[in-house]
């Protein structure tokens, strides 16, 4: 079972990308989080939805620059990031887990795929 992200790319300092998780219909009933690892850094949570979408966190240093969504029809859950800065660069994944919660523990997630690359430059 493997998620898939994408829609990363190259964006100025001030722009949004919205990037996508395709997530397989097995896993329709886990929270979906999003990750990211920058270079040199750990991998670090930024946001996850619970499978109805009810609950949702954000973490510090994202929160009111970027909104997460889960598609009711396809399953598929998407980052809208906005005012973006360099330091949010870095590969993008997301990943499954059966809770949502606000410390988004890497380790606790089980089914991950492969991530896309964000950069910001100044």
């Known amino acids: 079972v493997q998620l898939q992200a994408s829609w990363g790319g190259l964006v100025q300092t001030g722009g949004s990308l919205r990037l996508s998780c395709a997530v397989p219909?097995?896993?329709?009933?886990?929270?979906i989080g999003w990750f990211r690892q920058a270079p040199g850094k750990e991998r670090e949570g930024i946001s996850c939805?619970?499978?109805?979408?009810?609950?949702?966190y954000y973490a510090n240093p994202v929160k009111g620059r970027v909104t997460i969504s889960r598609d009711g029809a396809d399953g598929s859950v998407h980052l809208q990031m906005n005012d973006l800065k360099p330091e949010d660069t870095a590969v993008y994944s997301c990943?499954?887990?059966?809770?949502?919660?606000?410390?988004?523990?890497?380790?606790?997630?089980?089914?991950w795929g492969k991530g896309t690359l964000v950069t910001v430059s100044s």
């Open positions: 219909s097995s896993l329709d009933y886990y929270a």
């Open positions: 990943a499954a887990d059966l809770f949502c919660n606000a410390r988004m523990v890497v380790s606790e997630y089980d089914y």
């Open positions: 939805i619970s499978s109805s979408g009810g609950t949702k």
